[in-house]
Nanobody, 124 residues
């Protein structure tokens, strides 16, 4: 299993970024891919998840209306579109996959494999 994030970088407050998570090495029918973030000195927290089978999504409260998770038709890449970014969105963003049964939740201990993370820095 391999998850590779990309798309992070430095952006000004109010700007946008689209993160990508390239997924490979697994062929399960039903799983969830999620985005998490971890800011310096803080715990890792869930941002959003998407189901592979029906594209159902879930968002943390801070992400609702601002971030959008999606997948491509091949289901081998998961995106996180982040708009109206603020300095407190600065963190390392990780994607992860949960092969366990539903319901899937945005809690890190349920996820089986993780990417290496991509840094997002929002300047004021």
């Amino acid at each position: 299993v391999q998850l590779v994030e990309s798309g992070g970088g430095l952006v000004q407050s109010g700007g946008s970024l689209r993160l990508s998570c390239a997924c490979s090495g697994f062929f399960f029918d039903d799983y969830a891919v999620a985005w998490f973030r971890q800011a310096p000195g803080k715990e890792r927290e869930g941002v959003s998840l998407i189901s592979s089978s029906d594209a159902a999504t879930d968002y943390a409260d801070f992400a609702k209306g601002r971030f959008t998770i999606s997948t491509n038709s091949a289901k081998d890449t998961v995106y996180l579109q982040m708009n109206s970014l603020k300095p407190d969105h600065t963190a390392v963003y990780y994607c992860a996959v949960d092969f366990g049964p539903k319901p899937w939740e945005l809690v890190p201990w349920e996820y089986d494999y993780w990417g290496q993370g991509t840094q997002v820095t929002v300047s004021s």
